[in-house]
């Protein structure tokens, strides 16, 4: 066994430390946090020392400039401390903000504080006040970015928390909604919080997502993206089982069918759980507009979907391996475009689709006033110069900017990266099997999102294995036919009305 080190060694003591009691000696109290915050060295840590003539007693409030509101230590803790002159008013009484409780040991106090919090130590006592005067600096409440639509709200969720769970708040007036929160980092003390109505949801989903939540072990994780690398299921999958949400109506929505939703600080989303196939192709949009029109849409994007992964891939398949598929007219055409092309079909797209997804990829990167410049007029000068080069038939370029502009259809991100990434898949497959083998890869992904789960709920349901719901899947029904909630989550109670 190898000796502990030095430094360990300190680590353990100074824990040990941190965990005791408040002492009643403040002097005492004062020099240990000094040294946990090197203090006068960090400049944001600040001390101020009072006397309350009232209690005949020192005391000193603690708090880090940077997170916490002047104004409301002054006028609300301050200042009520020097003017009080009633020696037997409990502190609670004296201190007029809202949120303030007693902690006992060091180290709930200094959670508190990092959190923002002002802590207040008075001679000869056990504890310290803790007191809500947080302010942490943020964005306002904007547009959605990601998940824009033509008719609904217009808010979108930003990097606090506790906004987020206000405009959660302001949709659900129920007394049923629960917020839990948990910490899930040892060093920066990282707070998810997991809302749930709980006459609705399954306390076996429920139990799933506090226990991977308690389990976690690390140092730090600052949002939720590094969060959901933690919580799923399979580490390596193609396929995501973790839906975001940057929309506080739709995730409302989910909450109310027994879904689980996750939020944290500096995560401008949510996250939805479980999360299945059908949730990633479905938009908040499609229920606000009316019956015929929001499955039109839902139409178009399964029509988009099957574009952007099967088009280029039944090109190659069909110029290389199944040419008397073709009428003649349009293979002569197809025959005299790729003439003077020296490469076989399936470099000409490898190179095209590439070439997409680099401009794609750099018009993402840039700033974003010339961001879609730079796509179109690097797509127009590529295609053409490409075509003019005889690098690539006209036809291809055709076919890949057909296939690309069809991806973004899709408006989740990583389901949108899934498609690309499958797209990929696809024409290899082609390029050596022809139809056949883009008819294996299928049948391979088919089985393998069968197999998939999300916080125990195949990826599929409702439409295999069948369960009762609401019949949301392909095409919505009208509103007032919905009246089940998804069977696959188990609510507690699964009629809507």
């Known amino acids: 066994m190898k000796p502990k080190t030095r430094t360990q060694h300190g680590n353990k003591m100074g824990k040990k430390k941190l965990a005791q009691d408040v002492n009643p000696n403040l002097q005492k109290n004062l020099d240990t946090l000094k040294v946990v915050y090197s203090y006068p060295d960090n400049t944001d840590f600040l001390i101020r020392e009072l006397f309350i003539s009232g209690l005949n007693k020192k005391a000193a409030i603690l708090f880090i400039s940077t997170i916490t509101d002047f104004k409301l230590i002054d006028e609300h803790i301050i200042a009520p401390l020097l003017n009080n002159k009633d020696e037997n008013i409990p502190i609670h009484n004296i201190i007029t903000i809202q949120s303030i409780e007693n902690k006992h040991t060091i180290q709930d106090t200094m959670k508190d504080i990092n959190s923002g919090n002002a802590a207040l130590f008075i001679e000869g006592e056990k504890q310290a006040y803790s007191v809500n005067v947080a302010n942490f600096e943020g964005r306002g409440i904007e547009n959605p970015e990601n998940e824009t639509v033509v008719k609904g709200p217009k808010e979108s969720f930003n990097e606090k928390a506790f906004t987020n769970i206000s405009l959660i708040r302001k949709r659900l007036k129920n007394e049923?909604?629960?917020?839990?929160?948990?910490?899930?980092?040892?060093?920066?003390?990282?707070?998810?919080?997991?809302?749930?109505?709980?006459?609705?949801?399954?306390?076996?989903?429920?139990?799933?997502?506090?226990?991977?939540?308690?389990?976690?072990?690390?140092?730090?994780?600052?949002?939720?993206?590094?969060?959901?690398?933690?919580?799923?299921?399979?580490?390596?999958?193609?396929f995501p089982t973790v839906l975001y949400t940057e929309r506080p109506d739709r995730a409302v929505s989910f909450l109310e069918d027994g879904y689980i939703v996750l939020l944290m600080d500096n995560s401008p989303d949510s996250i939805v759980l479980p999360a299945t196939f059908w949730s990633f192709f479905h938009t908040s949009e499609d229920h606000y507009l009316r019956f015929m029109y929001g499955n039109f849409t839902r139409l178009l994007r399964i029509f988009a979907l099957f574009i952007t992964i099967f088009t280029s891939s039944i090109y190659i398949s069909v110029v290389t391996f199944h040419i008397e598929m073709i009428p003649p007219d349009l293979l002569l055409a197809i025959a005299a475009s790729r003439e003077k092309v020296p490469f076989p079909a399936v470099i000409e797209v490898l190179l095209m689709e590439v070439a997409f997804e680099l401009i794609r990829e750099a018009g993402l990167r840039v700033p974003s006033p010339i961001g879609p410049t730079i796509g179109i007029v690097g797509a127009l000068i590529l295609g053409q110069a490409a075509v003019e080069a005889n690098i690539v038939s006209p036809i291809v370029v055709i076919v890949v900017a057909l296939s690309g502009l069809s991806s973004f259809a899709v408006g989740d991100i990583s389901m949108n990266f899934t498609i690309r990434i499958l797209r990929f898949g696809?024409?290899?497959?082609?390029?050596?099997?022809?139809?056949?083998?883009?008819?294996?890869?299928?049948?391979?992904?088919?089985?393998?999102?069968?197999?998939?789960?999300s916080f125990g709920v195949p990826y599929l349901s409702p439409l295999t294995p069948k369960y009762k719901s609401s019949g949301d899947t392909v095409f919505r029904r009208v509103l007032q036919h919905e009246t089940f909630r998804p069977g696959y989550v188990k609510p507690k109670d699964i009629t809507k009305r």
């Open 176 to 238: 049923n909604l629960v917020i839990e929160n948990s910490v899930v980092s040892q060093r920066s003390n990282n707070v998810v919080y997991t809302l749930y109505i709980k006459d609705i949801t399954s306390e076996k989903l429920l139990e799933n997502v506090r226990e991977r939540l308690n389990t976690l072990d690390v140092d730090a994780i600052q949002n939720l993206s590094l969060l959901e690398q933690y919580i799923e299921e399979r580490k390596y999958s193609l």
């Open 426 to 453: 696809f024409i290899l497959a082609a390029s050596v099997f022809g139809i056949y083998g883009m008819t294996a890869v299928f049948t391979l992904g088919l089985f393998y999102m069968i197999s998939l789960k």
